[in-house]
């Protein structure tokens, strides 16, 4: 298995997951550890774009961070 393979199905896997728990209008249950490696991730981002001054900026890794970007604004605030 690639390991673009291996992301896009703890993509689906989260998603499937997500999805049960909107439907059952409850909160989706995530280990310490995702939740870790998520802030980690978006953490990295964010220094990636302070050290080149903004998202566009950060040539290659544009629209990773982008990604980024959406994930902190859509699913936990604008302002935080």
């Given at each position: 298995?690639?390991?673009?393979?291996?992301?896009?199905?703890?993509?689906?896997?989260?998603?499937?997951?997500?999805?049960?728990?909107?439907?059952?209008?409850?909160?989706?249950?995530?280990?310490?550890?995702?939740?870790?490696?998520?802030a980690y991730f978006l953490e990295t981002c964010g220094r990636l774009v302070a050290?080149?001054?903004?998202?566009?900026?950060?040539?290659?890794?544009?629209?990773?961070?982008?990604?980024?970007?959406?994930?902190?604004?859509?699913?936990?605030?604008?302002?935080?």
């Open positions: 298995m690639t390991e673009a393979e291996q992301l896009l199905i703890a993509a689906a896997d989260l998603t499937r997951r997500a999805d049960g728990c909107a439907k059952a209008k409850r909160e989706v249950p995530l280990s310490p550890e995702l939740v870790a490696t998520v050290r080149a001054g903004g998202i566009r900026a950060t040539g290659p890794n544009e629209g990773l961070i982008e990604h980024a970007h959406d994930i902190a604004r859509v699913h936990l605030g604008e302002n935080r």
